[in-house]
């Protein structure tokens, strides 16, 4: 379990790290309107990309391992509603490129219409690939997808930035790239299951939606909620605001990347018991899971907030630092995160309980943002976003003792907690001198992060924490 984890990491850490100097080359030849644009646009695709899915790439993970008799029909019956909606979408966004020419390109980012549309039909279509490779337990493959995927992507484009700073070029690079990802997705699926949209089964279809659309709904409120401050900022503000925070208040990559990357895996164990309702064994990876989550996500979240200033400086320079304040208050959700209450949630079949909730949760984000935070600044926004976070994630975990039976002192690995807050503590007490001494900014950085793990490796060998992985491996 464990080496899939680790091979489900490595794909989403390939999304950020292999992709990572192509937008710190642009954001540093583009323009701050060029770049903040560039990203309001990707920001668009990508969320009407994954919406139009209806979390058909989400669901798969419950029905292959629910209903393993018929596994690869649900598979096939996924790809179908994928295709049949992507097409649909499509023809529907044409009609207004069609109809009102003049009138889009008087707007900066619907000037783009033709591109986006194709880029969002090409990833609802090809939306299964990771996924695939997750519920075959294949995560090697996944792995080897988003390296490929993410490096021939960050190549071509910091290839085109030498010669050109047209955004409708970097669109299209991407839209050949992703053309090539879904084609590489349809004959998959051809190979595993049969030609698509020859058979369509809508009963099972329906069944799916009767379970992503409760999943879909919390996605929604979830990212409307996570990304409100983005939302508003690209409604209310100029392209040049909206870069300066899209630099400035991102969050901690790495930890919500591992997070949904061990929590996918985890949620394959989950799944499989919950179709005969056994409680014990779903509590015990779901603990397991936690044990993992905290083991990593403290170190590295104290270590972020040590450096994110250097960072930023680093990569970025001055002008950049005015999204500081919004990364320390957004981080803050990462405590909450641990628990993945929503990756439980769908293992038990309570998508449902989880739509509900994140409608609350936007709802009492809503409220706290016009009544006690009233003015109109990205830092109200994130204050009440994580207030929002950490109240209803105490909820969520209230909901969570009740469906697993036990109390919240079983559900908190208090013992994993301790180690891991004094590890990370330990490791920046020892680290704190070497901001006395002059040296470059990079091996600044590298000298703290080096040290600081090893710190961190010799304190979790000290207290078992490796061995605890390894039997966990064999599990």
């Not at 096939?76 to 509603?81: A, D, E, K, T």
Request: aromatic content about 18%.
């Amino acid at each position: 379990m464990i080496k899939q984890s680790f091979y489900n990491i490595l794909a989403k850490i390939f999304s950020v790290i292999i992709y990572a100097p192509a937008i710190i080359i642009m954001a540093q030849i583009l323009s701050k309107n060029d770049f903040g644009l560039y990203q309001q646009i990707i920001f668009i695709i990508t969320f009407l990309g994954s919406l139009f899915r209806f979390s058909f790439d989400e669901g798969i993970i419950y029905f292959f391992n629910f209903k393993k008799e018929k596994q690869y029909d649900y598979l096939l019956q996924s790809y179908n509603f994928l295709l049949i909606t992507g097409f649909f979408i499509c023809l529907l966004a044409s009609l207004p490129t069609i109809c009102f020419p003049n009138l889009l390109m008087e707007n900066e980012i619907l000037k783009y219409s033709k591109p986006i549309i194709i880029y969002i039909f090409l990833l609802v279509t090809g939306g299964l690939v990771s996924k695939i490779f997750i519920i075959e337990k294949k995560a090697e493959y996944a792995a080897l997808h988003s390296f490929l995927f993410f490096f021939s992507k960050a190549v071509a484009i910091i290839i085109s930035l030498l010669f050109t700073q047209s955004i409708e070029i970097f669109l299209n690079i991407c839209i050949v790239i992703n053309f090539f990802n879904s084609l590489f997705c349809f004959n998959y699926i051809k190979s595993k299951c049969g030609l698509p949209l020859v058979n369509i089964d809508f009963e099972i279809i329906y069944e799916m939606l009767s379970y992503n659309i409760w999943l879909t709904l919390s996605w929604f409120i979830n990212t409307i909620e996570r990304s409100g401050d983005k939302i508003l900022l690209i409604l209310l503000f100029t392209s040049t605001d909206y870069a300066i925070y899209n630099i400035g208040g991102f969050r901690i990559p790495l930890i919500f990347l591992t997070m949904s990357s061990i929590s996918e895996i985890f949620l394959n164990k989950i799944s499989e018991f919950s179709k005969t309702n056994d409680l014990q064994k779903i509590f015990f990876y779901y603990n397991e899971q936690i044990k993992v989550n905290i083991i990593y996500t403290f170190p590295v979240l104290v270590l972020s907030y040590y450096l994110v200033e250097n960072i930023l400086f680093l990569f970025f320079g001055s002008k950049y630092q005015e999204g500081l304040i919004v990364f320390y208050i957004l981080n803050i959700g990462s405590v909450v995160q641990i628990f993945c209450f929503d990756y439980l949630f769908r293992g038990l079949g309570r998508t449902k309980a989880a739509g509900v909730l994140y409608l609350l949760q936007f709802i009492f984000f809503i409220i706290l943002l016009f009544t006690v935070f009233k003015e109109d600044n990205v830092i109200n926004i994130s204050i009440a976003l994580t207030s929002s976070i950490i109240l209803f994630g105490s909820i969520k975990l209230f909901l969570t003792k009740n469906y697993l039976n036990i109390s919240i002192s079983h559900l908190i690995p208090v013992k994993y907690l301790a180690i891991s807050i004094f590890s990370s503590i330990i490791g920046l007490i020892i680290i704190s001198p070497i901001k006395l001494i002059t040296i470059h900014p990079l091996i600044f950085l590298i000298i703290n992060v080096l040290i600081y793990f090893l710190v961190i490796f010799l304190l979790y060998k000290k207290f078992g924490i490796f061995k605890f992985i390894l039997k966990l491996n064999s599990e």
